[in-house]
């Protein structure tokens, strides 16, 4: 029976949908699931309703629930982080206060100051995480979803080499991004071979064809990205794509904050992020996170979420846990310490590119 310490339950949604990928694989449902957090109501709604979905599912996986995060990872086989320090209100300054001396951010999580001090406060508690999977589950894989993945994927790299700690960091930008080009192309997302590599939330679909027929789809791409329909709920991608050639794994809104064009100045925002929500609207990441928190405080929604076991979702987490306990090769997009993989870009940094895993570990 694998332990799997899941820290950071408290992010009720993620949570869930990780544990439900987990319970919907066959190979992992004899696993011990051991949630983690450091306040108990949440603690509290998250076990109840992943022990409601074992017992009504008859799964002979175990939950288990505590406040005490080396309790979680002692003897565990995977960690997987899914924290933010600080929380709301750390959110809440990380906008707010660059917004007042003119630096709007639409997501705020990854550069600039939103994403600097999110990092500032993680990489300490990463840190220590990583010294005590040394001490208590050292041949442990740990898989992070904790951002800003950049810079807390160098800085697990660092101290993971050093503990000998072997971790990846996980996003769904490549796979969701690859459901978009499909659309764009109408082609069935299982039927394109692509390539795609780079830093995370800026990393670059270097190829795409079409498995079928061999097809180069970039040409249909672009052509189809030109068209006023296409362009109008990508145009910060589209623009970029326009002068560098390639297609980027993030949204309009999250990537017009990681490059110097897109939000200097009000008529560029008014040009090119004028999209409501995660197309480039302001605040609009830490405004829909505060529109869950406060819906999931006044009610506990858990209490109605369906226990039935649906298909995975699109998040590697599951998947990465299959291929180690089966054997069998899963190919995905993490994030890695950069061990001459891109060679542009500096030794140890985080680097997001092809990965491969089987029972042997991450390749």
Same mark, same amino acid.
């Given at each position: ?43 509290? !709604?998250? *076990? ?11 799964? +002979?996986?175990?939950? #288990?629930?505590? @406040?005490?995060?080396?309790?979680? @990872? ?24 660059? !917004?007042?001396?003119?630096? $709007? ?10 994403? %600097? ?14 010294? $005590? ?12 979803? %904790? ?37 764009? %192309? ?14 995370? *939330? ?8 079409? !498995? ?6 970039? +040409? ?6 030109? /068209? ?6 990508? /145009? ?17 809104? *999250? @990537? ?30 830490? *405004? ?6 406060? /819906? ?10 369906? #226990? ?15 291929? /180690?306990? #089966?054997?069998? +090769? ?8 950069? $061990? ?13 590119? +092809? %990965? ?8």
């Amino acid at each position: 029976m694998p332990k799997i310490a899941m820290i950071g339950a408290g992010s009720l949604i993620f949570c869930k949908t990780l544990t439900m990928d987990i319970l919907a694989t066959e190979s992992l449902r004899n696993s011990e699931i051991c949630l983690m957090n450091r306040t108990q109501p949440k603690l509290d !709604k998250i *076990h109840a309703f992943l022990q409601r979905v074992v017992d009504q599912n008859n799964l +002979p996986a175990r939950i #288990t629930a505590t @406040l005490d995060r080396r309790e979680a @990872l002692r003897g565990a086989d995977y960690v997987i982080l899914m924290f933010q320090v600080g929380g709301l209100e750390g959110f809440r300054l990380d906008y707010e206060i660059p !917004k007042k001396y003119g630096v $709007d951010q639409c997501i705020g999580d990854s550069l600039g100051p939103g994403g %600097v001090f999110r990092g500032l406060r993680s990489i300490p508690v990463l840190e220590e995480i990583v010294s $005590d999977m040394a001490e208590l589950c050292p041949g442990a894989l740990l898989l992070n979803y %904790v951002n800003p993945m950049g810079m807390n994927c160098y800085a697990l790299g660092q101290a993971g080499k050093s503990a000998g700690i072997q971790s990846i960091g996980l996003c769904h930008g490549v796979q969701t991004t690859l459901d978009l080009i499909g659309g764009y %192309v109408d082609v069935p997302k299982t039927e394109i071979e692509y390539f795609c590599a780079g830093i995370n *939330h800026m990393a670059w679909f270097l190829s795409l064809k079409d !498995k079928r027929t061999g097809e180069d789809l970039y +040409p249909r791409f672009k052509a189809n990205c030109e /068209k006023p329909a296409y362009y109008v709920n990508e /145009k910060v991608r589209c623009e970029v794509m326009r002068h560098f050639g390639y297609f980027m794994t993030e949204s309009t809104g *999250h @990537l017009s904050e990681y490059i110097p064009w897109f939000r200097s100045h009000q008529r560029a925002l008014e040009l090119y992020c004028d999209e409501p929500g995660f197309g480039g609207e302001s605040g609009a990441y830490y *405004h829909y996170c505060a529109m869950l928190a406060g /819906k999931y405080e006044a009610k506990d929604y858990l209490e109605l979420e369906s #226990t039935e076991l649906k298909p995975r979702s699109v998040e590697y987490c599951s998947y990465i846990l299959e291929a /180690k306990e #089966t054997g069998r +090769p899963f190919r995905l997009n993490g994030n890695v310490r950069n $061990d001459g993989y891109i060679s542009n870009l500096p030794d140890g940094c985080c680097v997001e590119v +092809p %990965v491969f895993v089987d029972g042997n570990g991450l390749h």
